[in-house]
């Protein structure tokens, strides 16, 4: 089991959702894992369903404590959602 240090006082202020966005200069976006997760229980019929679940799944392991992904992800997330990241209405 590994333990995160926890951020104190400006880190944690800095880093709230707001901010979480990246630039728009920037070449990705930090997802929230939550907002994923409801995006990925949609219909059974979906054959990528169960690989989003799974990956999501994995993915709590590098999310922060209000559910945001790293940056470096946006790639991986975008490959594995798709069109459906529309949804969410980006």
């Known amino acids: 089991m590994r333990l995160r240090r926890r951020d104190t006082g400006t880190q944690a202020d800095a880093r709230?959702?707001?901010?979480?966005?990246?630039?728009a200069d920037a070449p990705g976006r930090a997802w929230n894992l939550w907002?994923?997760?409801r995006l990925a229980q949609g219909p059974n019929g979906d054959p990528r369903a169960e690989e989003r679940r799974l990956l999501l799944l994995h993915l709590?392991?590098?999310?922060?404590t209000s559910g945001y992904l790293p940056v470096e992800f946006d790639p991986l997330i975008r490959d594995v959602f798709g069109a459906k990241l529309a949804e969410l209405g980006t």
């Open 16 to 23: 709230r959702p707001a901010d979480r966005q990246a630039p």
């Open 35 to 37: 907002e994923l997760e």
């Open 60 to 64: 709590r392991d590098v999310a922060d």
